[in-house]
């Protein structure tokens, strides 16, 4: 015979819409709600309340958070002119997994182009550490407290953030190893940038 899962009852619709209510409720609390598209639930905060939120989800009973799934950020500059969907250009995600529940939650919080920082949640989820680590490195996203904020996957010296959608395709320069000086050396790139098209072969067939 199988163990029943203390998460089981979050499968029945009622249990479902109760938990979903403690979690507006808690939302609320921080002058929000929890929006709900395509099967998810969504969190979007100001960045100004998001670490209280967070470690509320954590602790609190209605939330039970106890961990973080993936954090991300989003450059929404595609999007601008969509003003009333995405107020900034850039964006931090928190996933968020309850295990106790067995629910996942989606938190957002725009960030202005000029200044974008939130504060670290590694006080609240240590594995957040090589996560926000990745954000700064690719979308140049700052996390206040961070105790070593560095490049995660680009090179030492790096220059730019190559998911920002302004990034070139061809990046700012190249890097090869020179024989005679016996290291890598950095140069411009020598790539002409060119709009890529795919060349679709057909192979004319001639049924007998």
């Known amino acids: 015979m199988t163990t029943p899962s203390p998460a089981d009852n979050t499968d029945v619709p009622e249990a479902q819409s109760e938990a979903l209510a403690g979690l507006n409720a808690l939302a609320e609390s921080f002058g929000t709600r929890v929006e709900r598209a395509f099967d998810e639930n969504t969190i979007v905060v100001e960045r100004g309340k998001l670490f209280e939120l967070l470690k509320s989800l954590r602790d609190d009973p209605r939330g039970r958070f106890e961990q973080l799934i993936d954090l991300c950020g989003i450059d929404f500059s595609d999007y601008q002119s969509q003003a009333s969907s995405h107020p900034n250009r850039f964006a931090v995600v928190y996933h968020l997994l309850s295990i106790s529940r067995n629910d996942r939650l989606r938190v957002l919080a725009y960030l202005p182009e000029d200044h974008p920082c939130v504060p670290t ?73 060119r709009v890529t098209v795919p060349r679709v072969i057909r192979q004319d067939r001639n049924d007998d």
């Open 121 to 193: 949640v590694i006080p609240i989820w240590a594995c957040a550490d090589w996560y926000e680590r990745e954000a700064f490195d690719l979308f140049g996203i700052l996390f206040e407290g961070h105790p070593d904020l560095r490049r995660l996957l680009t090179d030492y010296g790096f220059i730019g953030f190559p998911f920002r959608k302004d990034f070139p395709l061809s990046g700012h320069v190249e890097m090869r190893f020179d024989e005679d000086k016996g290291r890598v050396v950095y140069e411009p790139v020598s790539i002409a940038p």
